[in-house]
Nanobody, 127 residues
């Protein structure tokens, strides 16, 4: 059974940076596409970014393009989300999720297609 644990969230001022980590255990991440999602109070969970198994494909929601970078280290069974130039509207609980796939160069930011989720980590951007 694949288990995911997020870490790295916290309180940061506008314009600041954070690096979120998603550590997997139980099974190797090599066979999974990974997505990062976020959910702000009173809002639906939205896709932020995703990365394919082979790292050949990454996607970002328009609101974070140029500020967030997703990466993965399959040897460490970990996926990262580097967050720069943070804005108050980035405040949310951030979740990583995994979906098994036979396609190396595919990922999607559709939450219903992901079967494994972490517990989330809070990111608060405020002065």
């Amino acid at each position: 059974q694949l288990q995911l644990v997020e870490s790295g969230g916290g309180l940061v001022q506008p314009g600041g940076s954070l690096r979120l980590s998603c550590a997997a255990s139980g099974l190797p991440l090599d066979y999974y596409a990974i997505g990062w999602f976020r959910q702000a109070p009173g809002k639906e969970r939205e896709g932020v970014s995703c990365i394919s198994r082979n790292r050949g494909l990454t996607r970002y929601v328009d609101s974070v393009k140029g500020r967030l970078t997703i990466s993965r280290d399959n040897a460490k069974n970990t996926v990262y989300l580097e967050m720069n130039s943070l804005k108050p509207e980035d405040t949310a609980v951030y979740y990583c999720a995994a979906r098994p796939t036979n396609i190396g160069n595919m990922c999607a930011m559709t939450k219903d297609t992901y079967g494994y989720w972490g517990q989330g980590t809070q990111v608060t951007v405020s002065s």
